[in-house]
């Protein structure tokens, strides 16, 4: 007969563990929906053009503010002279993506986890939004450069943001579970 | 609270960005290099997915472009592939450089790694878009449950082209980045422990100022 005390000291590990291997589980089938919601959202017509023609108005709303008789038809934004069209690609919806599934993965509480993905959705559009309007911008005053702003320049700062904004709020996650041991 | 991690994020975006547009300047001569071995491995892979084949790649730069064999000795421009295609390669390294926490010869070693990584989904991304947009116009012939769900592969692929680089980089980087992690939680737990010892100095002093008034 061994000590009872032992016995249940060697038990706490293993049920930490098993928690912990639950919870790992349970955020990679939260990942995994995450990912199955976003080729869902992109493959219904519906949902994608209401999130073109959203983006797209709120490009239209900052242009107009700014002082530009911007119009908008569908997910377009312009003038008779030059316009945008966000397309599915334009929306944020795979860095939006890719940030919620490693928010998702990340190992910290649910609802630490909740204010990372708000504040990523929040973060990424607004950034999107900055993003559309910049692009007018080029288009207008300096077209040849258009393309390279548009595929190399936002492409490389929509990565640097996402993982900034990620590792902050990792990083953050983190800290305060050292704080609390 | 983590007075270190907005500085070391900052730094860490800073280094991305400068080697960047460092690289980024390189990439134009690079890529029609990058260009022609993404199309020299995909070929082998299209002749292995077709029977008979009758996609021919051709470079043009740093552009790829897709013919189709449409009869004896004739082939049609099917797709092509722009020369922004492949840019990822760029953030990619710049990522490896910004890492911290890396030795110079693992950031070496995990950034080759990674640049193999990416061109192999490079080749997989060219070989499926293609073969999907083939059974998306009924050049192909696939079963029910592909045909049904066609768009959805295709949003699949775009979907795992625009986040290989970044998965890969974090795949290959997890345990630089898991000791950065370590170091602000012990160094959150070290200004806890301070600050309680500061609480508990001034409480003692209270005590015995309380102790001494008549």
């Given at each position: 007969m061994g000590d009872p005390m032992s016995k249940r000291t060697e038990r706490r590990p293993n049920e930490a563990r098993r928690a912990s291997a639950l919870q790992w589980l349970l955020s990679i089938a939260v990942a995994a929906a995450i990912v199955g919601l976003l080729i869902t959202l992109a493959v219904d017509e519906r949902a994608i053009g209401s999130l073109q023609r959203g983006y797209a108005s709120a490009a239209n709303s900052v242009l107009r503010l700014l002082g530009h008789p911007t119009q908008i038809a569908g997910n377009v934004v312009g003038t008779g002279d030059f316009g945008i069209t966000v397309v599915t690609a334009c929306t944020g919806l795979f860095t939006t993506a890719l940030y919620l599934v490693a928010v998702a993965l990340f190992p910290t509480t649910w609802?630490?986890?909740?204010?990372?993905?708000?504040?990523?959705?929040?973060?990424?559009?607004?950034?999107n939004i900055i993003r559309l309007v910049s692009l007018y911008y080029?288009?207008?005053?300096?077209?040849?450069?258009?393309?390279?702003?548009?595929?190399?320049?936002?492409?490389?700062?929509?990565?640097?943001?996402?993982?900034?904004?990620?590792?902050?709020?990792?990083?953050?996650?983190?800290?305060?579970?050292?704080a609390a041991r | 609270?983590?007075?270190?991690?907005?500085?070391?994020?900052?730094?860490?975006?800073?280094?991305?960005?400068?080697?960047?547009?460092?690289?980024?300047?390189?990439?134009?001569?690079?890529?029609?290099?990058?260009?022609?071995?993404?199309?020299?491995?995909?070929?082998?892979?299209?002749?292995?997915?077709?029977?008979?084949?009758?996609?021919?790649?051709?470079?043009?730069?740093?552009?790829?472009?897709?013919?189709r064999i449409v009869g004896e000795h004739e082939i049609a421009a099917f797709t092509w592939f722009d020369r922004y295609t492949f840019f990822a390669i760029v953030p990619l390294i710049a990522l490896f450089v910004a890492t911290p926490g890396l030795g110079w010869r693992r950031r070496i070693v995990r950034g080759l790694l990674g640049i193999g990584a990416l061109s192999v989904a490079h080749v997989c991304y060219v070989v499926a878009s293609v073969e999907l947009a083939y059974a998306a116009m009924g050049l192909r012939t696939v079963g029910p449950l592909a045909a049904r769900t066609l768009d959805g592969w295709q949003i699949a692929v775009r979907a795992l082209w625009e986040a290989a680089p970044i998965a890969i980089w974090v795949a290959l980087t997890y345990g630089a980045w898991k000791k950065v992690f370590a170091q602000l939680r012990n160094e959150e737990r070290a200004e806890g422990t301070a600050r309680a010892s500061w609480i508990g100095a001034l409480g003692a002093l209270g005590w015995k100022k309380k102790e001494g008034t008549p």
């Amino acid at each position: 007969m061994g000590d009872p005390m032992s016995k249940r000291t060697e038990r706490r590990p293993n049920e930490a563990r098993r928690a912990s291997a639950l919870q790992w589980l349970l955020s990679i089938a939260v990942a995994a929906a995450i990912v199955g919601l976003l080729i869902t959202l992109a493959v219904d017509e519906r949902a994608i053009g209401s999130l073109q023609r959203g983006y797209a108005s709120a490009a239209n709303s900052v242009l107009r503010l700014l002082g530009h008789p911007t119009q908008i038809a569908g997910n377009v934004v312009g003038t008779g002279d030059f316009g945008i069209t966000v397309v599915t690609a334009c929306t944020g919806l795979f860095t939006t993506a890719l940030y919620l599934v490693a928010v998702a993965l990340f190992p910290t509480t649910w609802m630490r986890k909740l204010a990372g993905v708000g504040i990523g959705i929040c973060g990424i559009a607004i950034l999107n939004i900055i993003r559309l309007v910049s692009l007018y911008y080029v288009g207008v005053h300096w077209p040849a450069a258009l393309d390279v702003v548009h595929q190399l320049v936002w492409q490389s700062l929509f990565i640097a943001f996402a993982i900034a904004l990620w590792l902050l709020w990792a990083g953050r996650a983190a800290a305060r579970r050292g704080a609390a041991r | 609270m983590t007075h270190g991690l907005p500085a070391r994020v900052g730094r860490f975006v800073l280094v991305f960005l400068m080697a960047l547009a460092a690289l980024a300047a390189l990439w134009s001569f690079a890529a029609p290099t990058y260009t022609r071995g993404i199309a020299a491995l995909a070929r082998p892979l299209f002749r292995l997915m077709e029977s008979p084949n009758v996609t021919v790649l051709d470079v043009q730069g740093a552009e790829t472009w897709i013919y189709r064999i449409v009869g004896e000795h004739e082939i049609a421009a099917f797709t092509w592939f722009d020369r922004y295609t492949f840019f990822a390669i760029v953030p990619l390294i710049a990522l490896f450089v910004a890492t911290p926490g890396l030795g110079w010869r693992r950031r070496i070693v995990r950034g080759l790694l990674g640049i193999g990584a990416l061109s192999v989904a490079h080749v997989c991304y060219v070989v499926a878009s293609v073969e999907l947009a083939y059974a998306a116009m009924g050049l192909r012939t696939v079963g029910p449950l592909a045909a049904r769900t066609l768009d959805g592969w295709q949003i699949a692929v775009r979907a795992l082209w625009e986040a290989a680089p970044i998965a890969i980089w974090v795949a290959l980087t997890y345990g630089a980045w898991k000791k950065v992690f370590a170091q602000l939680r012990n160094e959150e737990r070290a200004e806890g422990t301070a600050r309680a010892s500061w609480i508990g100095a001034l409480g003692a002093l209270g005590w015995k100022k309380k102790e001494g008034t008549p």
